[in-house]
């Protein structure tokens, strides 16, 4: 199986703040990377797709790259709607896999 | 709209079995390939297995935790999702989450509110 690693698993930081979380994947998974933010009690809900595609309906300040084993999200100004914790989940293998999760809060 | 409505959770306990079941709206369900996402209290998502569209082929995969023990299966003609679960363990103690999306890339952008399954004695 092919297993997923991200960096850091929580961080702090205020509303306006560039915040970039990393997913690695044990062996490459060309762009098959998926993003997606779950606050508590929710379903999760797509961000990125195909590693830098943004979901219809998703803000601009989302962004994605990498292809490969590593991958990035930026968000490139936080909002207070953003402090959530975030996955990243490979789908090039038939058996998919998530990340372990980021948690990000208010500093 | 697309609606994905699972039902079917409760307490169970160990070595019991329980069935899920997701009803499906909104979209065309038999083009559908379809997920089982689980997550355990306070921890992370975990992908525990998918069912093809029929067009596909209809197969399934699972996660090697419930290999053997879960069977996801679809019925057409009600738009349903199915999780059996056989031989539950405390660790299969989850909200569980139908979801479907995009079989091409593999992302999930529709799911549903989950269901909690508990495994206790």
């Known amino acids: 199986d092919i297993q997923m690693t991200q960096s850091p698993s929580s961080l702090s930081a205020s509303v306006g703040d560039r915040v970039t979380i990393t997913c690695r994947a044990s062996q490459s998974i060309s762009s098959y990377l998926n993003w997606y933010q779950q606050k508590p009690g929710r379903a999760p809900k797509l961000l990125i797709y195909?590693?830098?595609s943004l979901q219809s309906g998703v803000p601009s300040r989302f962004s994605g790259s990498g292809s490969g084993t590593d991958f990035t999200l930026t968000i490139s100004s936080l909002q207070p709607e953003d402090f959530a914790t975030y996955y990243c989940q490979q789908s090039y293998s038939t058996l998919f896999t998530f990340g372990p999760g980021t948690k990000v809060d208010i500093k | 709209e697309v609606q994905l409505v699972e039902s079917g959770g409760g307490l169970v306990k160990p070595g019991g079995s329980l069935r899920l079941s997701c009803a499906a709206s909104g979209f065309t369900f038999s083009n559908a390939w379809m997920s089982w996402v689980r997550q355990a209290p306070g921890k992370g998502l975990e992908w525990i297995g998918r069912i093809k569209s029929k067009t596909d082929g209809g197969t399934t995969d699972y996660a090697a935790p419930v290999k053997g023990r879960f069977t996801i299966s679809r019925d057409e003609s009600k738009n349903t999702l199915y999780l059996q679960m056989n031989s539950l363990k405390t660790e299969d103690t989850a909200v569980y989450y139908c979801?479907?999306?995009?079989?091409?890339?593999?992302?999930?952008?529709?799911w549903g509110q989950g269901t909690l399954v508990t495994v206790s004695s």
């Open positions: 195909a590693a830098s």
């Open positions: 979801t479907t999306g995009d079989s091409v890339w593999g992302s999930y952008r529709n």
